[in-house]
């Protein structure tokens, strides 16, 4: 789509076919058709969003299409059209603050690309134009052009690699900044082309660009001296991507194809979907009401209004005539132009400054996550990410956790645990084996030889040494030789050694997938050490310590559907062999029958121990088949279409009647902390399930280990073998054992309280529940649409039964199902995905939190996710701690902002009643202003920044803290109701309290009399007063920037008054509270109200603040113990506790 | 593998502000600090509350309607002829003397000077002798801008423009004989609305600024004429206008007009017979208002106010009430579990 709205913008009929050709150095060629330099978009690269000139217009559009910034811009203009109370700058001033600041925030952001694109665009590279290295600006690039890059450079534009300072035509690339991928992948040449590339002419016939990283498709067309030309099939191994380094090559030449907007790495720069937190969702929901309250009190009034004009004499008494204008003015729209105007006066109920508020906590307090040591892992030197800070709130919220397994649950780092040959079970003791009575001194070598065939054994050895696309690292000639003095010593020792490891490892492996490393490895354990690829051919240091070689023929490359990987390599003798190694369901099927079940109760058993385990087939090829598949594989490469598939015909049509050689098994270790950190996880409440593309025993013993199910849970499985079980139809007794389950989990099970799987504690009997990825979509896409949504339904009941579910075997796409489906169901509960790895990304986008592992699956994840932490365990305190926090913060921010704009503007809807319904503001334009802006907005920021009302080791070691905030329970309507009686209260309070007052103006000892400001700043005073001390009241952790900022926004509200009321100011038209806060203060019996009013207004509160404490004095008693244990063992002053 | 000691650029800050460790107050609202707070405050609400209360009390307050609906009031013949210049008396009896210093207000009832419309028709830089705004008042004034030939209204507005021009004389009935209570004009307005606020034009004689102008539509007299009597009072400056000038909170709304510091008058009213003899100018039946003059003595609290002493007293002792409630649930529940 992305291509097809590419072209469109592009324009040109040419772009719509779906081939590009290339004239490699521009070169016309000996070709019957007239030469069209085809046009394609020039090298540069534009990420910033704005330019210097559409940059306001484009900034403005854009914020003005957030519904609350239109709200204030239509309340802005109706104050500038129509005559209202209150001047335009009331509420021009704050949005004017808003959208400038904003609009800074992005154009600084945006000058900040530009300065990036800048770099990019004018960085020079060395260009072969006409034989002559000329040196171009790299925004100058054209496609077609043939471009050196050095070692360590970054390639300026995709290319195809056309020749290498190495002799063997390859290079080495790090993709780090594309994928995150470190490690080093070799990249080849267009064989058999000239070394002269001034002298070759050639066009490149390739696919329009598209943003897939991995795929590429193209042909070359080879000119020779008037023959026929030659054609070479290129693939993503020829394409060196833009963005990409050079490694390990000293320089590189090759020829533009994508260049700019349309390389890969350009097509990939897009910004993902938007994710709201429940809490926004609650703020536009309490808005709706607000709105409504503000809009019937302006009704209200507008109506109120002329009904009391009605009498005769009040609408237009002698001393307050009507201007001819007004007279005139038809009543209809005075009625309207009224509402407006109550709209107008109103309309602080509703802040702009909410929403600044809410913004900035939220960008502010990502901080936190990033700053936290504690997810800093001094492996990768990295700590916490935040990808956005939107959703900070949300992690206080999660009642679902999606997990992967490999990477996330497990390390992903592999060791090499036993083999099986033949059936015969080989086990590595590692350096213990000496020690171990029961082990002969030499260890695994002489029970290989004790069990299988010795030929058997070499053979898959060499299976093990070949069928893989590990590289060997190649570092300094130094570290080389070190590497053949490690093999010297080999050499002189007939045992390996776990000793000698270390230094061997230090050579390294490079590979995609580390049991590939593991395997190798193991593979070097038992005497077959695979020394490394050259030009083609695979060399391997055989137990005899004698160098084998091989021809590497072809390498039919691992894919997740094949699940397995296999290649063709001839021997010396000249024998032609096919080595696969796969998951044992890939491979049992290929291999003759008979074989399979002596391996196949080994591969189970390593399985259920929570083991990787892979099977390794071979193949002899004769000529003829050798030659068959040769011509089929290079045939389906050179398609330049549907290329996969026709690949995959061939592979599977190749991979067949091997013979089966053994299995592996591979230990795939626990994180650390990984069985604590689910524990906590359910213990808060969560529901934990794992979605694995890994076979349904692996999974459940990763399950099994870190403590998800456990020995008494009762395992519910709905898998292919279960559904076979019956011999019947797969649906039928899918419907059946549905029921069946939902008969034993939800109907017989007494009702789940809130807090969900904390069940477990109290002895109930627990369920766990495995699905694989076949059996959920016969669930999900049964054959008729009732059927669906009944299995559906019972799935997700069961589901939310069970302790915890187990899906596997689940295709990447499937895993963003389930959450989906989750996501959707009744309650929509709040669900999280955690992963590492590219196949996580769609579940990881779905989820409404995603979660990325910084591991070593590259870090696509990370690019996806909302929040990346280093380690699973850091998931425990991002969630109980930060989250929990951060969502009581947010919801105290909202609450408290309604309340105080609610009893902010009451009194001057009370006014209207004594003031003939003319919308008389109560408050001065100043106050009106700044009331959100500087008197009250301080000190909730500073709450919902710094507030641990329960400090965060207390929060960590007690998990089910955090259920007590589950569900949104901080801003459910009872509460919301709550704040509001309560602004509503405030605002009554202030009202009528000074309006009795002022039953005999004359307040002063002098017998002079208040008027009407005055009557408005006591009103404001107490307000601010209120306020201010209610959130003190709420304050539950005071550092001294809480005391700072409340303290000192009194301060700068008694000082602003006496400021703003100390000066005849010029500008102003009316000087309304000239003196008026002063005088104010000089009475006696205006301190005394405010006293009275602010203490009258809290009573309640306090009340309630010392009552409600015995309804919970568990959680605070504890916390006092907790604390004082906590306080003796280490003098910190985090936690202190006022006694 | 050897891990480098080295700090690595991307690890965090280990500062007690990133980690969230900042040194913190933790107030906990014990039963221990509530209680005997509440009995505090409640004890010195109610000691205020006293205070107030009798203060209050022992004000001395003298309110008379003098509007002139009724038959039976002299002002009647004022009220329902219109006529200018009307005079009518008050006769009054005051049985204890009437503590001075006396402050005597007038107050107005349903009389919206809080209207929007009504107190934005004000020009304050006019008053604040800007000579430009005298050729040229401020369009707020509409429709009191200026009159119908076009010459502009100073001072400009509907605040000035209905100005109180009610005026008031006391006699004191001595044995048939009318002894004149002095009133004192001064200090009735705020001091720094006389001083800072309002400003005449610097121009001598201050007729010569208002050259080219009319006075307000109401006025019989010019600003600048207010006060024959005093000419510093005069203009802008003049205490009458300028309290007038400060707009009033509520629709019932009382001002200060004079207050009685001299002569035998300075320590009060003595008990007697007094005549108010009122100047009946001001309409207010038109909008159903009424009219009425108020004798007050002040104390440090200001004019008499029993709701600041009541309010004191009921929140004093709900105060003393709560802490006791507090302290009986305190004792049920709380206590056992803390030993």
Known sequence: MLRRSLNRLLGGDERRVDNRTIYIGHQSFPVNEAFIPPKFCDNRIVSSKYTVWNFLPKNLFEQFRRIANFYFLIIFLVQVIVDTPTSPVTSGLPLFFVITVTAIKQGYEDWLRHKADREVNKSTVKVLENGEETSKESEKIKVGDIVEVTENDTFPCDLILLQSSRDDGTCFVTTASLDGESNHKTHYTVPDIERDLQSLSATIECEQPQPDLYKFNGRMHIYKNDQEPTVRSLGPENLLLKGATLKNTQKICGVAVYTGMETKMALNYQGKSQKRSVVEKSINAFLLVYLCILVSKALVCTTLKYVWQNKPGQDEPWYNEKTQKEKDTNLYLKMFTDFLSFMVLFNFIIPVSMYVTVEMQKFLGSFFITWDKDFFDPEIQEGALVNTSDLNEELGQVEYIFTDKTGTLTQNNMEFIECCIDGFQYKHRGACSELDGFCVTDGPVNKLQQKAGREREELFLRALCLCHTVQVKESTEQARSQGEDCIDQVDGLPVEDEALQPPQEERGFIASSPDEIALVKGAMRYGFTFLGLESKTMKILNRNKDVEMYELLHVLNFDPVRRRMSVIVRSRSGDTLLFCKGADSSIFPRVRQEEVERIRMHVERNATDGYRTLCVAYKHLSEEEYAQADEGLREARLALQDREEKLMAVYNQVETGMNLLGATAVEDRLQEEAAETMEALQGAGMKVWVLTGDKMETAKSTCYACGLFQKRTELLELTVRTLEDGGRKREDRLHELLSEYHKKAVQDAPPVKAGGSRGRFFGKQDYGFIIDGPSLSIVLSSSSESNSNLYKNLFLQICQNCTAVLCCRMAPLQKAQIVKMVKNCKGSPITLSIGDGANDVSMILEAHVGIGIKGKEGRQAVRNSDYAIPKLKHLKKLLLAHGHLYYVRIAHLVQYFFYKNLCFILPQFLYQFFCGYSQQPLYDAAYLTMYNICFTSMPILAYSLFEQHICIEFLLKNANLYSEVAKNAMLRWELFLYWTLLGVFHGLVFFFGVRFLFGNPALQDNGQVFGNWSYGTIVFTVLVFTVTLKLALDTRHWTWINHFVIWGSLAFYVFFSFFWGGIIWPFQKHQRLYFVFANMLSSVSAWLVIILLILLSLLPEILLVVLRKPRGPYARKLSEDDLLQSSRLQPSHHCPIST | ?339
């Not at chain 2, 509007?67 to 005051?94: H, Q, R, V, W, Y």
């Not at chain 2, 440090?300 to 002792?317: Q, R």
Request: contains cysteine; glycine residues 8%; charged residues 20%.
């Open chain 2, 1 to 339: 593998m050897v891990k480098e000691k080295k700090k690595s650029p991307d690890r965090p800050d280990n500062t007690a502000f990133t980690q969230q460790r900042l040194p913190a107050w933790q107030p906990i609202l014990s039963a221990g600090i509530v209680i005997p707070g509440f009995v505090l405050i409640g004890l010195a609400f109610i000691g205020i509350g006293v205070g107030l209360f009798i203060t209050s009390r022992d004000i001395q307050v003298l309110e008379m309607d003098y509007t002139g609906t009724e038959a039976s009031s002299d002002c009647n013949k004022c009220a329902i002829t219109n006529t200018k210049n009307c005079m009518c008396s008050l006769d009054f009896n005051i049985s204890t003397l009437f503590k001075g210093p006396v402050f005597f207000y007038y107050g107005l009832t349903n009389y919206f000077q809080n209207h929007r419309r009504y107190g934005v028709s004000r020009d304050d830089s006019q008053l604040y002798g800007d000579l430009t705004n005298f050729k040229d008042p401020s369009t707020d004034c509409k429709p009191y801008r200026v009159d119908s030939n076009g010459k502009p209204i100073v001072p400009c507005g509907a605040v000035a423009n209905s100005m109180f021009n009610d005026t008031f004389k006391l006699y004191q009935n001595v044995n048939g004989q009318r002894n004149l209570v002095p009133f004192d004009g001064k200090g009735i307005a705020w001091w720094t609305d006389y001083n800072v606020k309002f400003r005449n034009p610097s121009v001598e004689p201050l007729k010569n600024a208002f050259n080219d102008t009319v006075k307000p539509l109401f006025w019989t007299r010019a600003v600048y004429e207010l006060d024959f009597s005093d000419p510093s009072n005069n203009g802008f400056l003049n205490q009458d206008f300028l309290v007038w000038m400060r707009r009033a909170a509520l629709p019932n709304f009382r001002k200060l007009y004079r207050r009685i510091t001299e002569g035998d008058y300075k320590e009060g009213l003595p008990a007697g017979n007094y005549t108010l003899e009122i100047s009946y100018n001001y309409p207010v039946l038109r909008f159903d208002g009424r009219k009425k003059v108020v004798f007050s003595n002040v104390s440090w609290m200001g004019g008499k106010n029993d709701f600041l002493g009541i309010a004191y007293l009921v929140i004093g002792s709900l105060c003393v009430v709560m802490s006791m409630v507090m302290l009986i649930v305190y004792a049920k529940f709380k206590f056992p579990e803390d030993n």
